[in-house]
């Protein structure tokens, strides 16, 4: 056990996030860091079951369980297993993929894992969108549905709902410009065909954060110190409806200067 002063409890997580703004019934994007909220006793699966008791079972509770690498192309295809693939996008969102209660999209790079009420809803049909994050992603669904993104201990740059603002935004640098036929493995084990164009790994630089402050200052976000972590919760329609306009004014606001 340890004995550290500072070391977060479950209870004293909910009492934190419920503080935030998280209630029962969020629909909810989590991209998180573990090690930044300092010493979590329970680990992953004590965030994890706060943020489920709080949200109860009408909510619904999305992580990224991201695949994607520089080399995927049309000449380098993605391989994907929805079963098996493991996510690098934290030790919190691969537990949560683990949970036998979870459901995880099939998309070849940009797939989530979800648990509550909406799983199927937001999950099913990620294998057709025509890119990541379009409006048949789990990204998209959650902004259109009331829903919010909370990122604890990580800055807008983990925010993969942006990229789904570039893309209705149609943003010219974004994405790939061939479409790549890749194959995932669904949960029975059979192949499936997709068609995406994938994100363009050789795009200039974005700088996400350039809209931190703005998201602040217009009320879509709320920020909030849980043990060492800053913690972000926003309104996913305000700022999906926000920065696309943003971005179709200035469709390289997001380039780094």
Known sequence: MNNNSNSMTQNVLMRELTDLGVKR??????????????????????????ILDIIGAEGTLIVPTLTGKREDSSKCPP????????????????????????????????????????KDYVTCGHQFSGSPCDMRSPYFLNAINNGHILLIGVDQESNTSIHSCEELAQVPYHLQTDVTVAYVADYAG???????????????????????????ETGIMKMKQIGNAEVRYIDAGRMFTFTIDLLKKNKLFLIKA
């Open 190 to 216: 059979e192949k499936i065909r997709i068609e995406n164009r994938l994100h363009n790994w050789e795009k200039p630089e974005t700088d996400f954060n350039k809209l931190d402050a703005l998201y602040l």
């Open 25 to 50: 019934g969020d629909m909810l994007i989590v991209h998180s860091s573990l090690k930044s909220l300092g010493y979590v006793e329970g680990g992953a699966l004590s965030v994890i079951n706060s």
């Open 79 to 118: 391989v994907f297993n929805v079963l098996e693939t493991p996510c690098w996008t934290g030790i919190i969102p691969e537990t949560v993929r683990k949970l036998k209660e979870a459901k995880r999209s099939l998309h070849p790079t940009h797939s989530v894992s979800a648990i509550g009420h909406e």
